[in-house]
């Protein structure tokens, strides 16, 4: 099995697709293809990443192909049991099924305002009202989860899964862009931060020689 991903630093939907992976506990090989480089317009129309039509990430598992992170994750999900990704719990997997699904398809303003920078520190960043109401949406959804069904860990439903590596870039934008949190969302955001494999990310992307203009000068 191996999983095709972007820059460490500046990909998002690569870091789901790889802490996915990861959580699976299945052993896979790891491919970097840094995005928009040089050949990137031929790159991405030809061999392995060809069938997402260049995005990342994309899983390869013999020949089946996968892309798309939530796709990802649901596939590894059916190969090794639901419960190593979501609550065994109806209501609290309701609850955490909503919550990837949201953060799949919505947020657009932090998105567009805040793109994921692991390496870089923004000083005086002031988000428009779109983007302050995504932030206090996802404040509020961390809020309940933790409240709700938080009891048994430091992560949202206790235990590290499918809803802690979706919001895991939120994360990663919240301290790049210095957001202002509440105490138990700064304990979450810690908790995300200080895991094994998201240090092993942060250092592999401090190591990372590329730079992506358009997203190192966001003001």
């Not at 630093?9 to 790891?30: C, D, H, I, T, V």
């Not at 609290?92 to 692991?118: D, I, K, T, W």
């Not at 995504?134 to 009891?151: H, M, V």
Request: overall charge negative; some cysteine.
């Amino acid at each position: 099995m191996k999983i095709i991903i972007g820059n460490k630093n500046y990909s998002s939907w690569s870091l789901r697709g790889w802490l996915a992976a990861k959580q699976s506990g299945l052993a896979f090989e790891e491919i970097v293809v840094p995005l928009f480089g040089e050949n990137w317009e031929q790159t991405k129309h030809d061999g392995e990443i060809q069938p997402s039509s260049g995005k990342v990430p994309i899983l390869w598992d013999d020949e089946t192909v996968v892309w798309d992170s939530l796709a990802i994750l649901e596939y590894l999900s059916d190969k090794v049991g639901r419960d190593r990704f979501w609550p065994k719990d109806d209501t609290a997997r309701g609850m955490a099924r909503s919550m990837v699904a949201e953060m799949h398809s919505s947020f657009q303003a932090l998105r567009s305002e805040c793109p994921m920078n692991v390496r870089k520190r923004f000083d005086g960043f002031e988000p428009t009202e779109a983007c302050r109401q995504d932030i206090l949406r996802i404040l509020g959804l961390w809020a309940e989860a933790r409240s709700r069904f938080g009891s048994g860990g430091p992560f949202l439903f206790g235990t590290f899964g499918a809803a802690d590596i979706f919001f895991a870039p939120v994360v990663s934008r919240f301290i790049s862009y210095q957001i202002a949190v509440p105490g138990f969302a700064a304990s979450y955001m810690q908790a995300v931060w200080e895991h094994e494999w998201m240090q092993a990310w942060i250092s592999a992307s401090e190591s990372e020689e590329w730079v992506i203009e358009q997203y190192d000068t966001v003001s």
